[in-house]
Structure formats: structure tokens, C-alpha cells
């Protein structure tokens, strides 16, 4: 089995993990520690939130300044239009911020926002295809 491994710097594990812990996620405690959260997404989806010294000990150029640049687009699916909307508003009481204007594409319907350390999250329901 495949797995997949995110790893993004945060000014603060704690703060990080009371946001993420807001919106639903768990965390995986045999791959956390002070320095690092291992958020768990789905059963192989993770995301690796690093305290930024931490981080730099895996990179070897500087951490992207989320204020002047976007270094990634993190997109999840949602099960629902309700669940988007429901996450959205969560993220925002949060401390994140409204990053583009809901999309409403008909059969996509999605938002943006970034997390306390201005990663980019997306979330998108999309309609189950009928078939021809």
C-alpha cells in the first residue's frame, strides 16, 4: 500500500493542532512529539506538521513566506455542499482566513482558506457522474 506524506512548517505545533483538531482531524501520537503533528487524514494520508526548525532540518533552501507567496494547494474532498460550507465556517472561527470566494460550478462546489500559518486548503464536493 501506498502512502502519502505532506509535510508542512508551522509557527506553532500547539496552535496547529487546536485549529486541525477544530475542523475533525486526529493525530497519530507514535509520529508526534513536541516538534512535529502527524494530522491523520485518511488511513494512508497524512500530514506532517513540523515546527519550522524542525522542518529546515529536511530542506535545503529557505521556507516559503506564506504572506507574499502560495507554496501549495492542499485540496481534500467533502462528502457533502453542507460539509464544505460546514467546514469553511469552522475554519474561519478557528483563525483561518478566506483565502477565494466559494466556487459553485454546478457539479463542483468548493472553498478556500488558510490555515493560521497561510497554507492553502481547499475543499470540493463534486456530484457523482450518472451513467450514459
Partial sequence: MRMIFVNLPVKDVSRSKAFFSGLGFSFN??????????????????????????????IIDEISDTSKTTEVLTALSAASRQEVDETLAKALSLGGKEWRPVM?????????????????????????QQAN
Fill in 29 to 58: 501520537p507514535d509520529y508526534s512529539s513536541d516538534d512535529t503533528l502527524c494530522m491523520i487524514v485518511e488511513e494512508n494520508i497524512f500530514v506532517m506538521l513540523m515546527h519550522e526548525a524542525r522542518f529546515k532540518e529536511f
Fill in 104 to 128: 459553485d460550478y454546478g457539479f463542483m462546489y468548493g472553498c478556500s482558506f488558510q490555515d493560521p500559518d497561510g497554507h492553502v486548503w481547499e475543499l470540493a464536493y463534486m456530484e457523482p
